[in-house]
């Protein structure tokens, strides 16, 4: 590749010297014609009549160097390098560092085979843009080209370019150096150059050098690192350094731009000699800018906050504040809730505390802290705290041989609440007593549960109901399930009826028939009476007689000549021992039996015996009367008035 007029290879040589290279500031041949147009270096020439020659053979010297650069020719010269004190003339203490006062040797050799057909040399010095004519000879047929004291007195800081140029073959070879301050205080302290952090770097980041310097002086000094970007510069805090100490001095800059990025830097103070190793260029690779993505916002009305997930594309660790307010205004009564949190490339989840009572939309915001990347919104719609569940059960039948029963049952919770664990009873509705229980595990939102419940109590062949109730922390929840058992295959009795409607029917004859025998009571008071006037009494049947037939003990009285046996039908005639006489006496004894007579003005009559309260209508007097209580017969009169 061609070089650029006035730039010149410099190429690394074998020798005790480790030469450092840098870019040249060299006056290429256009700003030179310019400033001869424009006249100001013909009034020079008019003035110095040597300048005019010196002129020309540097502008041939210039044209070389690019020919040479284009020509990409290897080196031929040997080159040897040494620094003296200027004083003592004494090899430099401070070896291979060059300060202002010192005199640089510069040797060279070449041999006759690299040397072709020249016949002369010309040796050039180039500082601060200045070009200097150092040494000139013919070149001996022959012979190898040799020179090992050419002094160069050293006056200012800065790069010095040594050339050898050989005529007319125009092939040229160079060897540079730098010379630094003196006094010079500050060197660099270990490694050369510059540490870099922060990376990798993003656009819009800062990115941080640090450079480790050592004071070799004799007096304290407070350098600071310079830093330029661009057409940005920035500049670190100034640092004590005592002599015989060393420190690091510290700078940031921002980079905007994508790519490769130049960032030159240099240690500087006022009044201090400082190393021209302690500055220099590097360049760093800018990446774009990282990401942010909001991937889901989930709202946890129980904890009243929100799991907000947030993705942060490849890269660096960044800083984030995550913060939630309400689309509309007035939603929140304080400030809106935020988080501070670092975090790594990928994908990361925060809490962020809501308050519980709010409801309605609501903006999340994930965004940047001291970077430059860009906000990351998502909308949310944030429900109240709904508590809800549904249960349902089924009766499984198992068969009567079995000592037990089953209830299967299934809770889906249908709110926006966690359902804790609970429990579940069973209840039989005819007495309300529970028959079986059992523990039901956590149930999340949306989500259910079933299993079933066992019992072995007896509950009879009689279909009933039995009743779920469903116990958690967010309430109580119920169903009904109808049992039915079953019924026997075997031709075993199955009753008409419900049991249970049998013993509400029998309760309820018991008690009629407790009522009917309080008013039979009640009503037996009033004795039904047999008209005496014109009618016998009855004559009891105190007579007994043994059936003809079958000997059955019968039962007549004296009137009755045929007495029929109920049991075989035969008519059977009584003896016939008893006279009229005696029948008239029996009868008359039982007249005579009902002498007693009682008598009021009223429907009630006392018993004359015993003082019962008997009902005998005044309608129906006089007539013969029967007490319930003493069994006592008297007449009933009507009490005269008078």
């Known amino acids: 590749m061609p070089f650029p007029l006035g730039l010149a290879p410099r190429f690394r040589r074998q020798s005790r010297f480790a030469l450092?290279?840098?870019?040249?500031?060299?006056?290429?041949?256009?700003?030179?014609?310019?400033?001869?147009?424009?006249?100001?270096?013909?009034?020079?020439?008019?003035?110095?009549?040597w300048l005019g020659p010196a002129i020309l053979a540097t502008l041939l010297f210039l044209g070389s160097i690019s020919a040479y650069g284009q020509s990409n020719q290897p080196p031929i010269a040997q080159w040897d390098i040494e620094t003296r004190n200027g004083i003592t003339d004494e090899i430099s203490e401070n070896g291979s560092i060059t300060v202002i006062g010192d005199i640089v040797i510069v040797g060279f050799s070449v041999d006759q085979e690299n040397m072709e057909n020249d016949e002369r040399w010309e040796l050039w010095m180039k500082h601060d843009g200045i070009w200097t004519l150092l040494q000139n000879d013919e070149v001996s047929e022959g012979e190898n080209l040799e020179r090992t004291n050419v002094g160069i007195p050293i006056n200012s800081t800065g790069l010095f370019e040594i050339h050898l140029r050989l005529f007319p073959s125009s092939r040229t070879d160079s060897i540079d150096f730098r010379a630094d301050p003196n006094p010079l205080d500050l060197v660099p302290a270990g490694q050369l150059g510059v540490a870099l952090q922060g990376e990798p770097l993003h656009e819009g980041d800062f990115l941080t050098l640090s450079a480790l310097v050592h004071n070799r002086g004799d007096r304290t000094v407070s350098p600071y690192l310079k830093l330029i970007s661009g057409g940005d510069q920035s500049t670190g805090s100034p640092v004590v350094i005592k002599p015989g100490s060393s420190k690091e001095l510290e700078a940031s800059i921002n980079v905007d731009n994508t790519g490769l990025t130049t960032v030159h830097w240099a240690v500087i103070g006022d009044g201090i000699g400082v190393s021209h190793l302690l500055s220099d260029s590097i360049e760093v690779a800018v990446l774009p800018t990282q990401t942010l993505i909001i991937t889901s916002v989930i709202h946890d009305a129980e904890l009243d906050s929100l799991e907000v997930s947030v993705l942060l594309s490849e890269g660096r660790d960044r800083e984030l504040r995550i913060s939630a307010t309400p689309s509309i205004s007035g939603g929140f009564n304080t400030q809106s809730p935020q988080v501070i949190a670092s975090m790594m490339p990928g994908l990361q989840s925060f809490i962020l505390p809501v308050p519980g009572d709010y409801s309605g939309e609501m903006d999340v915001y994930a965004e940047p802290i001291g970077w430059?990347?860009?906000?990351?919104?998502?909308?949310?719609?944030?429900?109240?705290?709904?508590t809800d569940a549904n249960l349902i059960g089924e009766f499984i039948p198992i068969g009567n041989d079995s000592p037990f029963q089953a209830i299967s049952f299934t809770i889906k919770n249908t709110g926006t609440s966690t359902l804790n664990n609970g429990i579940i009873e069973a209840i039989w509705v005819v007495d309300g007593r529970i028959i079986s229980s059992k523990q039901v595990p956590e149930i999340i939102p949306s989500d259910e549960y079933s299993s079933t419940i066992t019992f072995s109590q007896f509950l009879g062949g009689t279909p009933g109901e039995i009743q779920l109730v469903y116990k958690s922390n967010l309430g109580t929840y119920t169903t009904t399930v109808q049992y039915t058992p079953e019924s026997e295959d075997d031709g075993g009795f199955e009753l008409p009826f419900q049991l249970q409607a049998a013993i509400i029917g029998s309760v309820m004859g018991v008690v009629v028939l407790l009522l009917t025998i309080l008013v039979m009571r009640t009503l037996n008071t009033e004795v039904t009476t047999t008209n005496f006037v014109g009618e016998d009494p009855k004559v009891p049947k105190d007579l007994t007689t043994k059936c003809s037939n079958c000997g059955l003990q019968l039962y007549h009285s004296k009137l009755e000549q045929n007495v029929r046996c109920p049991a075989c039908s035969t008519v059977n005639n009584p003896p016939t021992g008893q006279t009229t006489d005696t029948l008239n006496q029996k009868e008359n004894s039982i007249i005579k039996g009902t002498e007693l007579k009682a008598s009021s003005s009223s429907d009630i009559i006392s018993c004359p015996q015993c003082a019962q309260a008997l009902k005998v209508p005044l309608s129906r007097r006089p007539v013969m009367a029967r007490c319930p209580a003493c069994k006592c017969t008297f007449e009933a009169t009507v009490e005269d008035s008078a």
Do not use: Y
């Open 20 to 49: 450092k290279h840098s870019v040249l500031k060299l006056h290429d041949s256009g700003s030179f014609s310019r400033r001869f147009e424009t006249g100001e270096v013909r009034k020079q020439i008019v003035r110095r009549p």
């Open 372 to 386: 430059s990347g860009e906000r990351a919104t998502e909308k949310i719609v944030l429900e109240p705290l709904l």
